[in-house]
């Protein structure tokens, strides 16, 4: 028999065993939700709850998070949303549960470079500084320190790379085993010609069998929306919040939201399926016991949806002031827009922003082929876009009532900086043309693109400005007149600008651009004779691509590209551009003056056929009350000779 000595031996024997493997033992996998609700502080700047992280406040981030939980089979979860509804606090918990139990490669991506430093310095060294469990791990940024910069953050085999998506360099910087890309659609559309940044980001994590992918963003148009485009190909879920009255399920739409004319504050609910009036109290209760529900379950994507009505109370717009909001934006467009994306997180379909290039092609005019001027086409503009490799002109014409017709789209191939390659560009544009009459029309204006190789274009326009050709630079600013005053940009050996020496004009893109894209859609559903701007056959598809590669964001409040090439839509804005120089303000001439220029150039009777095209009669020029540089006074189009 054992003596007790014995067994009081194997009985601490056996409880060293046990604290042995308690010690070495891993401790339990949390899910984000469950760290964030264990270890996440808020801090007290900035944050309009500050303190413990309570996912409960927000019950309908906790799905999301868990999507991106080691213990899920979820790698790529898309989330679609209004503002102030947490998505990027939901990032940002991700981060922090990585940074703390995890030793990974991890990429997180903002808009730009700017945008990537500010996040690192205000959200993320934040959540450092607040959370003890990182600030254990991770030390605040120091510049000497090139383990933990503001773009780099290291901690025990982990590292965390902070990017802008209009960065090529920081995209591919390394492999990440988890992405977190957020607000994509404030992303450039194309990353100097290597793709979609999104697309560059991911590839990133292709090496990495179990990688995560979180995509969050506001949308904003259809045609641009990145978001919109992951959610449509997810299984779409929508959280569906009980009544309070009948217990049935629904998602939370704009359209049961109601309120008295006149009285917005007053905004309730109308549930959709018994009727009774639901009001904002009853919210926190109804989000606590809502659930997810997709659309298309089965597919490997988790995509989520939700809208401002569902913001917590207190942490954003009451329903009352959402529909104040709405009453004072409904009858305003772009204010309308802004507001079915950031608060409803819908996109919106803009007819007058995008433009789809078959149904151009399909506008193109048999009657009126290519290089040909037909009747009514009195004078000839010309816009020149400078590639490194090629010029790309357009020419124009233009009749009275600001009817407008391309006649020419050409590329012309050569080296921009080598000065005898130009003359190709000056045999292109001084080549004899001739109307439907046989009589012979040159051009009256050209505006050449000095945006890029400026001094090399300003070479070429300094000596051809008398003959109608200037150097051309746009300018985004919206409401810019298309074409205004020029600038002096010769100087003399002092640094002073030369009275006589070369010009530079500026060009309001933008408003060219929402002129030319209107009159486009006026012209719909037209019959020829009756459309304003025409398009002759025989001009290939890329022309019609590149003429509908932009559209305008109302979010951003600028054009933005959706293809890489945009030439002919730039070529088209420089020669509507030559048509309101002061050399001609065709847009401002009489009926009596396009009266005498038909006379001259389209005579009712065939027997001045190849004859030369006298000068039209001298007619007064317009009077122009906006203080531009001196230019020669003329009374009809002077011609290039």
Sequence with gaps: ??????????????????GLSDGLRPPPRLSVSQWADEYRRLPSKGAAEPGKWRTARVPFIREIMDCLSLDSPVQRVVFMKSTQVAGTEAGNNWVGSVIDTQRVPMMVVQPTIDLAERWSKQRLAAMIDDTPALRSKIAPARSRDSGNTTLLKEWPGGV???????????????????????????????????????????????????????ICSTPTIESLSVINKEYQASDQRHYQVPCPHCGEFQPL?????????????QAAYLCIECGETIHEHEKT????AGRWVPVHPGRPVAGFHINALYTPIGLGLAWGELAALFEQVKLDPVRLKTFTNTKLGQCVED???????????????????????????LVLTAGVDVQPDRWAVLLLGSGENEQSWVIDYHEIDGDPTRPDDWQRLDDYL????????????????????????????????????????????????????????????????????????????????????????????????????????HFPAGLDESFYTMLTAEVYDPNKRRWVKIRQRNESLDCLVYATAATRHARLRLHMRSAAWWQRLREVLEPEHGDLFNAKAPQPAPAPAPKNTEKTAAEPKTTAPRLIR
């Design 1 to 18: 028999m054992l003596a007790s000595s014995d067994y009081q031996l194997q009985d601490g024997y056996r409880l060293v065993i046990a």
């Design 160 to 214: 965390l790379i902070i990017s802008g998506a209009n960065s090529p360099a920081s995209l591919r910087s390394m492999p990440a085993k988890y992405l977190f890309a957020d607000e994509v659609d404030a992303y450039p559309v194309d990353l100097d010609g290597e793709g979609d940044p999104l697309t560059l980001a991911e590839a990133r994590t292709s090496t990495f069998q179990d990688r995560k992918v979180f």
């Design 253 to 265: 739409a704009w359209d049961q939201l109601f309120w008295p004319d006149g009285e917005p504050q």
């Design 285 to 288: 209760a109804m989000l606590a």
């Design 351 to 377: 007819p007058e922003e995008k433009l789809d290039w078959e149904e151009l092609q399909q506008r193109a005019e048999g009657d009126h082929p290519k290089g040909k001027i037909p009747p009514g086409c």
């Design 430 to 533: 001084q080549m004899p043309r001739e109307n439907h009459l046989g009589l012979p029309l040159k051009l009256s204006a050209v505006c050449v693109d000095s945006g890029y190789l400026q001094d090399d274009v300003i070479h070429y326009t300094r000596l051809r400005e008398s003959r109608g050709v200037y150097a051309v630079k746009g300018s985004s600013q919206r409401g810019k007149q298309i074409i205004a005053g020029a600038t002096k940009v010769d100087h003399t050996w002092r640094g002073t600008l030369q009275k006589a020496g070369a010009r530079q004009w500026h060009v309001g893109v933008d408003t060219a651009k929402e002129r030319i894209f209107r009159l486009i859609q006026e012209d719909r559903g037209r019959l020829p004779d009756h459309r304003r701007l």
